[in-house]
């Protein structure tokens, strides 16, 4: 049975997961966006100011709803929250909670979650061009915090990130908290992991998206490599926030981040020459008919499926495209 999306009536907040989502009566199913040029998602750290100021006069917008509005920041960082703590049952399956980390839900779940973030800014600041920037951590010159969100005065600010892994630090994949000794060498181990991720133990799509979460079946535990590493690094080594699921989406680095994670798996489709849809799954409707809520842009709830989400050019984005450092490592 696939995952049955929440009732947003039923949920049962917790003292550390205060995030219940907010609920409408009407519920309409998710339809493509009508086609219309296709948003390009750049790289965080090859920006221009004017889209920095953009993006940032967008996330100053919506910090400045108010508090019970769907898209005020903190309605949006709750999704995250509300999805993976436990709060909602699954709507056809009550005596399970809704988890979607360590599954085949982890991409898709996260991908709708950026498309209606994005959307939403776009919506706030009239520019339906809008994309949301990628944090290009796999390559050697983004594996900084970019600087667009280095600027205390910016809503992209936040100040629980890590003092010490300030530019010009770069990510650690292995360790969280450890500085880099050298950074050459850094690098080189990083891209290592990305190879190792993304290659050599990524040949099939069910150990690049993880492993099977059905309806009546058993709580997951099979991430996927692409989930594994170096995601939950990049949260942790950011900062406090960044670090658990409750917070992760108070830092508006959080959605850069994504948005690569994201990426990586077009990258493994496209330029990896892994097969056309990428996905082993494709007949399997438990995964296909898995259904999700968000806010849309036109302030409705939406249930979507993974099966809406398969395409990124149907949802009308693409991402940028830059060199893939990693692809010829070994390891
Ligand atoms: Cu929902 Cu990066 O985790």
Same mark, same amino acid.
């Not at 050697?140 to 594996?143: I, L, N, S, V």
């Not at 133990?201 to 993880?210: D, F, I, N, R």
């Given at each position: 049975m696939?995952?049955?999306? !929440?009732?947003l009536s039923k949920c049962q907040p917790s003292l550390a997961a205060n995030c219940c989502l907010i609920n409408s009566r009407s519920i309409v199913d998710f339809k493509l966006p009508s086609t219309g040029a296709l948003r390009v998602r750049p790289a965080?750290?090859?920006v221009t100011k004017e889209y920095i100021l953009k993006y940032a006069n967008a996330t100053r917008l919506m910090r400045s709803l108010p508090l019970n509005h769907p898209w005020n920041f903190m309605q949006q960082a709750n999704v995250h929250c509300a999805y993976c703590e436990g709060i909602y049952n699954l709507s056809n399956f009550p005596n399970m909670t809704l988890e979607?980390?360590?599954s085949w839900l982890f991409i898709p779940f996260h991908r709708m979650y950026l498309y209606f973030h994005e959307k939403i800014l776009g919506k706030l600041i009239g520019?339906?061009?809008f994309a949301l920037p990628f944090w290009n951590w796999d390559s !050697?010159?983004?594996?900084g915090i970019p600087t667009m969100y280095t600027d205390p005065n910016s809503s992209l600010f936040d100040n629980t990130r890590a003092q010490n892994h300030q530019p010009p630090n770069i990510l650690n994949y292995g360790s969280t908290n450890e500085g880099n000794n050298n950074i050459s060498s850094q690098i080189e181990a990083n891209l290592e992991v990305m190879y190792r991720q993304m290659v050599s133990?990524?040949?099939?799509?069910?150990?690049?998206?993880?492993g099977p979460y059905r309806a009546g079946g058993d709580e997951p535990w099979s991430p996927g490599t692409v989930e594994m590493a170096p995601h939950p690094y990049v949260h942790m080594w950011t900062g406090i926030d960044m670090s658990s699921f409750v917070t992760a989406g108070w830092d508006p680095i959080f959605y850069s981040h994504h948005s690569n994670v994201d990426r990586m798996w077009e990258v493994w489709k496209t330029l990896l020459g892994n097969n056309s849809t990428g996905v082993n799954y494709i007949n399997d409707t438990d995964w296909l008919d898995s259904s999700f809520l968000f806010w849309d842009?036109?302030?409705q709830l939406v249930r979507i499926k993974i099966r809406d989400v398969l395409d990124t050019?149907?949802?009308g984005y693409v991402y940028q495209q830059v060199p893939i450092p990693w692809s010829n490592k070994t390891a």
């Open positions: 696939p995952i049955g999306a !929440p009732d965080a750290h090859l979607v980390h360590s520019d339906e061009s !050697p010159e983004g594996m133990s990524a040949k099939t799509a069910e150990l690049l998206l993880g842009e036109n302030l050019t149907k949802l």
